[in-house]
């Protein structure tokens, strides 16, 4: 699955044209599948750096599976919302191609920080997709062990797990985890609403200063909320890293294929030591905010119809049909898997047990506290005065 | 659970309250599938397809386009088990503009948390463990209708927050005075006479209108979730006293109409009927023994005269009144039991004096207490008393403010009458009443002179205070206010 591997088996791939920019008329974007599914060989990035992946048919027809399984998963969980099983829900609908293609260029030691919308990240680092599911039933925090999974909790602040991920990544460096191929590398995803943040300004600051071994992931879905990007930037946002003193590199995030190679480069130059760098992956966010926003309100149909042409699942179907990667029975199997699992997670969220009262005292200290181990007692001995054993 | 499933709008989005029906996607009869979209609803934040919850056939629509729905109220039904054969109450192909009404289960379900265990746990709007509802998602904050549960132990502070008297025993004599707290000011009852019927369900915005109207909330049969009232209850309530010409109130020289029978029917309800309630229930429980003392007041007026004159009280009201709170205060110090209560297998005898004032107002005979009064300096007691009155003239009297009240005294010279024979309020041992001070001939230094003289009445439980103890008290307060200096030199 390297880049650049000449002695790829050759099926599955267009006759190997010249290398060229992307065909979309934006020379500033790296892409290996348009949006009609043709397949490019390979792409010069702004810097010079050629990006080109070679997969195995099985390989393809498993970026396929993620992205649809990742699409119906949360497709359940917004329906989960509003027949009021979920407080609230961040859909990923049209970014499924940046969270898998960049998601699955992680290498198991590489660690993430996600915002609040990994579901599909949250998926290639192998969990549960109901853990989410429970923070937004509130039932309880999203705790799963960060360390486990290499892959941080969710965080609602916009932008803070930038700094945290810079931290992070800084230890790496200096636990002298990098500078080999088995190198640490750690993975900061944001949005484009947060590049105006101070905190992921600070990041990058600091990221460059101290040359960590960190990729800044930047999900440009076009739209802050409700601010478009042109409220957030005067400049195309990956050309920031420039001032930073880092590379940067716009790529096309509803192109699966171009997302893994770029991300894999990136991940790869940091875990050699060779610094930080910022990805803007250019892509749309096709529903709301979260399921308490309502995206007519602030842009046009023709806006969101112009990005369904150019739907991250359909360009992989038609190469993979194109190609006869896949059969009509593969997108089937694929599709009843993907029912499957859904039906699977909305059983097991509907049965999701309320939390103990008292697990709130867990996991605040790795070793207990004195002081916190009497509020628990107190709390206890409350609730045990009530009639009633359970609470 | 039946196969007839209800579905109630969810909050679509962090805190809110209703949407509308903008349009059905789907109409009774039509099979539908798990996640399909069947209704387009409009809330304050977005316009959104609801998915449906189940598969099966649409069974009932409760909501027609256009209408706007509370959320937690039922807006379809729908059959998941279509093709087990017809329903018992056949519903089916009702057209949706005859729109059908939700079951009462249903809706009990929505106002009300069901019990533990009608529901799977975990279920949105199902109970969580222990009888608390899961209001993190689903239908927000009209779940939490849940009532609290009780706590195990009832220690004697903590219980029957509404009963008149804290449990706290006491040995019945001079000598041993048993401090009891002060009984919780939260009990929202409206007359603090000691009602114990128990706390009244309103929510804060109804309570002021309740007040704002004159109406008791004790008086009133909620409509709403779980018994509690609604701005409803209380406006109708509030409606037909508003739309008779005369208003329920003590004043008898209203002009009152009367109907051909030549009688007026005035309904009985808020302050009156509490009124009525707690001197009936007092004057057939408590054994009252009246004794009056007519008093020659002429050097107390005189210091109050004095006390007027003086820099610091110029600007305080000071009333005759002022002087008897203070004597009652004085005479309770040294006759501590007459500021007691009956309970049955025991007295209880309080510390504190909670000093009631009745005070007649447009709504009625309402007896607001100063707290503690017994701490006061005479001066914190003028401004309390003065509060007190302008409060209660305001119709601003608090439910707080009445309860609680230890003893009481009643201001009846006001009206021009000498004394009379006043009704202990409920839990309280003794009331005075203080009637018109006038000049009267009075035997003054060995002459007939005119003299300021005043009469005073006092009622008390005779379970607990004796013709002795209670003649003894009367003579106190009578001392003071003939002579004030001295008493307060001999007793303080």
Redesign the interface.
């Known amino acids: 699955m390297a880049k650049g591997d000449p002695g790829a088996p050759a099926r599955g791939r267009r006759a190997a044209p010249r290398s060229r920019k992307a065909t979309t008329g934006d020379p500033e974007l790296v892409q290996l599948l348009t949006p009609s599914g043709e397949r490019i060989e390979s792409v010069t990035g702004p810097d010079g750096t050629e990006y080109r992946v070679d997969f195995t048919d099985e390989e393809y027809r498993g970026l396929y599976r993620d992205l649809v399984l990742v699409r119906k998963l949360d ?2 969980a917004t ?1 989960l ?8 829900w961040a859909s990923l609908l049209g970014q499924e191609a940046a969270q898998v293609g960049s998601g699955r260029a992680l290498r198991t030691q590489d660690m993430a920080f996600p915002t609040y919308r990994e579901h599909g990240v949250l998926y290639c680092r192998g969990i549960d997709p109901i853990m989410p599911l429970g923070l ?4 309880d925090q999203g705790g799963w062990d960060p360390n486990e999974f290499k892959f941080n909790m969710y965080t609602i602040v916009i932008g803070a797990q930038t700094l945290h991920a810079t931290g992070y990544a800084m230890g790496v460096a200096m636990d002298g985890k990098t500078g080999t191929d088995d190198g640490e590398a750690v993975i900061a995803y944001f949005g484009d609403g947060a590049t105006s943040q101070g905190d992921v300004n600070e990041a990058f600051v600091w990221a460059g200063v101290f040359n960590s071994p960190l990729v800044f992931f930047c999900q440009n879905n076009q739209y802050a909320i409700s601010e478009p990007l042109e409220r957030q930037t005067r400049i195309p946002l990956y050309r920031r890293a420039a001032g930073f003193g880092f590379p940067g590199v716009r790529v096309d995030g509803n192109d699966v294929l171009a997302t893994y190679a770029v991300t894999r480069h990136a991940l790869d130059n940091a875990r050699h030591g060779q610094g930080p760098s910022l990805i803007e992956a250019y892509t749309y966010r096709m529903g ?1 905010h979260t ?4 995206p ?2 602030y842009r046009i149909a023709s806006e969101v119809e112009a990005w369904q042409a150019k739907d991250p699942i359909a360009r992989m179907k038609a190469f993979l049909e194109r190609e006869k990667i896949a059969d009509a029975g593969f997108f089937t199997e694929v599709d009843e898997q993907a029912r499957r699992e859904a039906v699977d997670l909305r059983e097991r969220v ?5 939390p103990e009262p008292d697990t709130m005292f867990d996991h605040v200290y790795p070793n207990g506290s004195p002081l916190l181990d009497e509020q628990r007692a107190q709390f206890s001995r409350y609730l ?5 054993s ?2 | 659970m039946s196969r007839i499933k209800e579905f109630n709008l969810p909050d679509l989005g962090e805190g809110l309250t209703e949407g509308e029906i903008l349009a059905w996607l789907v109409k009774v009869g039509d099979t539908i599938e798990l996640n399909q979209p069947i209704v387009e609803v409009e809330t304050a934040k977005a316009a959104v397809e609801i998915p449906a919850k189940w598969a099966g056939q649409v069974q009932a629509i409760f909501h027609p386009e256009g209408s706007t729905v509370e959320v937690g109220t039922p807006i379809i039904a729908i059959d998941t088990d279509p093709g087990a054969g017809p329903v018992e109450q056949s519903t089916t192909g009702a057209p949706t503009t005859d729109l059908p009404a939700p079951s009462a289960a249903s809706l009990a379900a929505v106002e009300v948390a069901p019990t533990e265990g009608a529901v799977e746990p975990g279920l949105i709007g199902g109970p969580a463990p222990g009888g608390r509802t899961a209001v993190l998602v689903g239908y927000g904050p009209r779940t939490t209708a849940a009532k609290r549960r009780p706590r195990k132990d009832t220690t004697p502070a903590a219980a029957a927050p509404a009963a008149p008297v804290p449990a706290a025993p006491v040995q019945v004599g001079p000598a041993r005075v048993v401090p009891a707290p002060v009984q919780p000011t939260s009990v929202p009852t409206v007359n603090g006479n000691g009602r114990s019927s128990g706390p009244v369900l309103a929510k804060p915005p109804v309570r002021k209108l309740a007040k704002d109207l004159g109406v008791d909330l004790g008086t009133l049969t909620g409509s709403g979730p779980s018994g509690s009232i609604t701005r409803e209850d209380v406006q109708r309530a509030a409606a037909p006293a508003a739309a008779e010409p005369v208003a329920v109130t003590t004043s008898a020289s209203s002009a009152a109409s009367f109907g051909a029978d030549r009688e007026q029917r005035i309904p009985v309800k808020g302050v009156r009927k509490l009124t009525a309630e707690n001197m009936s229930r007092s004057a057939f429980t408590a054994p009252h023994v009246t004794e009056f003392l007519t008093v020659d007041v002429t050097r107390a007026m005189k210091a109050l005269d004095r006390l007027r004159g003086r820099r610091e009280w110029r600007d305080v009201r000071v009333s005759p009144l002022l002087l008897v709170a203070k004597a009652v205060l004085l005479a309770v110090r040294r006759h501590p039991l007459v500021n007691s209560s009956w309970a049955g297998d025991e007295i209880v005898v309080k510390e504190y004096v909670n000093l009631g004032i009745a005070a007649a107002t447009e709504r009625g005979l309402i007896v607001p207490n100063i707290k503690d009064a017994g701490r006061l300096t005479l001066r914190e007691l003028a401004d309390a008393m003065t509060d007190l009155v302008q409060t209660a003239k305001a119709g601003k009297t608090s439910p707080a403010d009445m309860s609680g009240g230890t003893l009481t005294i009643t201001n009846v010279g006001v009206f021009g009458v000498d004394t009379g024979t006043p009704i202990l309020p409920p839990g309280e041992s003794a009331i005075l009443a203080f009637g018109a001070v006038r000049e009267q001939p009075w035997v003054h230094k060995g002459k007939v002179k005119p003299r300021l003289v005043t009469t005073l009445g006092l009622s008390f439980d005779h379970r607990i205070i004796d013709g002795e103890l209670g003649s003894k008290f009367l003579r106190d307060v009578g001392d003071f206010l003939a002579d004030p200096e001295a008493a307060l030199l001999a007793w303080t």
């Open positions: 497709a359940e329906a919302q509003r027949q009021g099983e979920l407080g609230i937004f039933r509130g039932v709301a399921t308490s926003d309502d007519t309100r509907l049965a999701m047990p309320n045990e005065s009530f009639e009633g359970a609470h």
